[in-house]
């Protein structure tokens, strides 16, 4: 009898043990757990954000880099503006940076990948990346493709 409890007992640290991981693994995914990054703000003009939202990364060669910090809606050209802080030790970006945004995988969170350009003067706190490319929308490239194959019938 004695055994038994003891099994049970194993048995009930590892269900919690496997339930705690999951929660950990659930909030680092989620980025909720996540630390502010101390840096110095871009901003950055979209046509169409997709599923970007606050707290997206902001990557540069596959590494985070930052964080989106807020989207707003620019009341004059109606497009999205992204404000995003980017960590000190990457305060050396060309100012001809190219900001797009990408989708992790297929059906993945979407994020911004800055590519740097060539220029010798560097984006300072405050600076807008002036050459952008907007998310690509699923729906939008299934209803073209599809709209052209109709067309050729």
Sequence with gaps: ??????IEIV?????????????LLTLKWSNFGS???HGYTLTAEFD????????????????????????TVDPKTFEAVVTM?????????????FASIYTAGLLGAQYIEISPGGDTKVLKNGDRIAMTQSAVILEKVISKFLFNKAAEK
């Design 1 to 6: 009898m004695n055994t038994q409890r003891g």
């Design 11 to 23: 048995v009930g640290a590892f269900v919690l043990a496997g339930i705690v991981a999951m929660l």
């Design 35 to 37: 630390t502010s990054i």
């Design 48 to 71: 169409n954000v997709g599923g970007l939202t606050d707290r997206s990364p902001v990557k540069l060669a596959g590494m985070t880099i930052g964080r989106v910090e807020r989207i």
């Design 85 to 97: 802080v980017i960590g000190n030790q990457y305060n050396n970006l060309p100012k001809d940076s």
